[in-house]
């Protein structure tokens, strides 16, 4: 009964903080939901951080001794600027919030259960009031429940989370090269998918650790959305838009106050519908880790890379589509972070991470190509309550 209470207490706290419009790193997907996983560059399949792992790995809530929460936010602030038809602006859409809640508990000697909520993806640009820019405006929104349930035998954890997913889209644009220069939208639409994450973690007792993890792709449809957005302009979509699966492995060692955590990780844009139409190209993720834990404070640093996903294509429409409305073209991320215990049962953790400047040009059929400048900034504050 106390779990469920703080479950319960979780969903009100996130029904809260989920309004905001989210932006994301790695294509629309965060490079890390957590705390203590995105101060170690987004890497965490194989490392354990507490409650968190319920949102990276479901096989490694094995790891807390009781139960514990996690919640809190990232506040994220990107930079977008993108030149077209020979004039650079810059997107007012510089500020949103993404929450995250997780909880974990050991129910029985080898039984552990966990519930997440949280933002995982979305992207979004703000142009209105500039008619070299089409007066672009989307929003994309993706959120997660997560329920995992995980066994563990001696040395190896296994976990499976059944993943229902909420996603809004948005698109609106005046077409300039109309007649009459007609508002193009058909205004927000919402969706529900659903998907499954699995994991694995073997403990070599020796400090390392290996893990696996596969999250199914989800199918989301937003009605009209994108038909009525991308048509006009000769782009021939339907309204799905599926998030991609993702599989990976993670490497972690940990000898005394130090640890270190590896992980790469294929997001399959190319084979979701949708993503696949507007020519984004699959990404592998490198990210890397490092802790020092000196027991009532720890101290983390980590760094993620991937190449974006959008690539040039032979329509010159797709590409100021996808560079003029979702410009998901960071790259390097660099992450620093640390953690305080004020007691034995509470704790809290500050993360920033700082994507630099990335510059990306894409054809579009006429004398000025279209490109971008892209850089990001996240503070990320978590609290974290044993019981």
Do not use: C
Not at 146 to 169: D, E, F, H, T, V
Not at 184 to 203: C, E, K, N, W
Not at 310 to 336: C, D, E, Q, R
Not at 361 to 368: A, Q, R
């Amino acid at each position: 009964m106390k779990i469920q209470k703080n479950i319960t207490k979780g969903a009100i706290v996130l029904s809260f903080m989920a309004s905001s419009m989210l932006y994301a790193t790695n294509g629309d997907t965060l490079i890390g939901v957590g705390a203590k996983t995105r101060a170690m560059g987004g890497a965490g399949i194989a490392l354990s951080h507490g409650a968190e792992s319920t949102l990276v790995n479901p096989a490694l809530i094995t790891k807390v001794k009781s139960s514990e929460i996690s919640f809190g936010g990232t506040i994220f602030m990107p930079t977008i600027k993108t030149t077209f038809q020979g004039q650079e602006k810059k997107s007012s859409s510089d500020l949103s919030m993404i929450p995250a809640v997780a909880i974990a508990s050991k129910v029985m000697p080898n039984i552990y259960v966990g519930i997440g909520m949280y933002g995982t993806a979305g992207m979004g640009v703000d142009f209105r009031g500039n008619p070299t820019h089409m007066d672009m405006e989307t929003t994309l929104q993706l959120m997660q429940f997560a329920a995992p349930l995980a066994y563990k035998s001696s040395n190896l954890s296994i976990g499976i989370s059944p993943i229902i997913q909420y996603g809004s889209l948005d698109i609106n644009y005046k077409n300039y090269m109309a007649p009459g220069q007609p508002q193009v939208g058909y205004g927000q639409t919402q969706d529900f998918g659903f998907g499954v994450s699995v994991g694995a973690v073997y403990d070599f007792d020796n400090g390392f650790s290996i893990g696996a993890v596969y999250k199914s792709k989800i199918k989301m449809k937003y009605d009209r959305v994108l038909t009525t957005a991308a048509n006009p302009l000769g782009v021939m979509v339907g309204d799905t838009l599926t998030q991609p699966a993702e599989y990976g492995v993670g490497f972690g060692y940990k000898n005394g106050p130090h640890s270190i955590a590896l992980d790469v990780k294929k997001i399959a844009w190319s084979k979701a519908k949708g993503y696949k139409e507007f020519n984004w190209r699959d990404q592998t993720v490198i990210a890397v880790g490092y802790q020092y834990d000196a027991g009532q404070w720890a101290a983390r640093v980590g760094y993620n890379y991937a190449k974006s996903p959008v690539k040039n294509s032979a329509n010159p429409m797709i590409n100021t589509f996808n560079l003029l409305g979702f410009p998901a073209t960071a790259k390097s991320h660099f992450s620093a972070g640390g953690s305080y215990k004020f007691s034995d049962k509470f704790s809290t953790d500050l993360t920033v991470v700082y994507a630099p400047e990335s510059k990306s040009s894409l054809n579009t059929g006429s004398p000025y190509a279209i490109s971008n400048k892209h850089s990001e900034l996240g503070v990320t504050v978590q609290f974290n309550y044993k019981f």
